[in-house]
């Protein structure tokens, strides 16, 4: 079992930049790729960023983040960031750390999942 917690969300005004985190509950953190998804309300669950596992030389974005969203990963802290610069109000969902310990190539299959953190950008 792999227990993903996010945190980091908030309320930030349009333009603004927050920093999501999700640490993992596993020693084989490095060994698995990481994303984040989002999901606002009345919509269907999205794509944000993705990253490889080892050193995450490999990164994937959605069209709608890729200028604006940065995906790392701290192995030591078996934790993975989201840096969200430039945040505009269609950016408010709540937020969802993956992970795939399938070890799939991309695109990755995630078979955990994180809670979520709610992230609201007001104008």
């Known amino acids: 079992q792999v227990q993903l917690v996010e945190s980091g969300g908030g309320l930030v005004q349009a333009g603004g930049s927050l920093r999501l985190s999700c640490a993992a509950s596993?020693?084989?953190?490095?060994?698995?790729?990481m994303g984040w998804f989002r999901q606002a309300p009345g919509k269907e669950r999205e794509f944000v960023a993705a990253?490889?596992?080892?050193?995450?030389?490999?990164?994937y974005y959605a069209d709608s983040t890729k200028d604006r969203f940065t995906i790392s990963r701290d192995n030591a802290k078996n934790t993975v960031y989201l840096q969200m610069n430039s945040l505009k109000p269609e950016d408010t969902a709540v937020y969802y750390c993956?992970?795939?310990?399938?070890?799939?190539?991309?695109?990755?299959?995630?078979?955990?999942w994180g809670q979520g953190t709610q992230v609201t950008v007001f104008s």
């Open positions: 990253i490889s596992w080892k050193s995450g030389a490999n990164t």
């Open positions: 596993t020693r084989a953190f490095s060994s698995y790729a």
């Open positions: 993956n992970a795939d310990t399938i070890r799939s190539n991309w695109p990755f299959r995630y078979d955990y």
